[in-house]
């Protein structure tokens, strides 16, 4: 089983997810392999989500590319629009998967498998909520260890 996080009340999920992305990239030992990224959003957030990477801060270099550019194989941050996204099969690596799209992931099964981590990203939009609420009920329903860090909190 793979461990299941959401962050709610995340106030842009963008810039959340690209500090996100800098704790789980800086946070690997020093000797230790790492850790590779899949980022999956709609379409529209991605190419926000991409200048974002480039741009968040002056310091931070986080080497990313779109799942069907030809360097995602090697490439450690890889931006996806969909978790049955054909490039997605062909990526060696899978450690972590974060989640920015409303839509339920259509394969849960094959995506927990495959990583042993998964980030949901809920945001304070009452549409995504009630989104994310759904997405946290199926992924109980089918048995997987969630926990919720709420973000209007901290």
């Known amino acids: ?31 230790e392999p790492v850790r590779n990224i899949v980022m999956v959003a709609e379409k529209a957030d991605l190419k926000r989500l991409d200048e974002l990477l480039w741009t968040f801060t002056k310091t931070d270099f986080l080497p990313h590319c779109h799942g069907d550019h030809e ?7 890889v931006l996806l629009d969909d978790t049955a996204a054909p490039a997605l099969a ?8 974060i989640h920015m799209s409303m839509r339920m ?14 980030v949901e990203v809920v945001t304070v939009n009452e549409a995504e909520r009630l ?5 946290y009920k199926a992924y109980r329903e089918l048995g997987h260890e969630l926990h919720n860090f709420d973000q209007a909190k901290a």
């Open 1 to 31: 089983m793979a461990r299941i996080d959401f962050h709610s009340n995340v106030s842009d999920k963008l810039e959340y997810a690209c500090r996100l992305t800098r704790k789980i990239w800086s946070a690997t030992a020093e000797g």
């Open 71 to 77: 360097a995602a194989f090697e490439t450690p941050i």
């Open 90 to 97: 062909n990526l060696p690596h899978a450690d972590v998967l």
């Open 105 to 118: 992931p259509s394969d849960v099964a094959a995506l927990v498998a495959r990583f042993p981590r998964i």
């Open 131 to 135: 989104a994310g609420r759904e997405r």
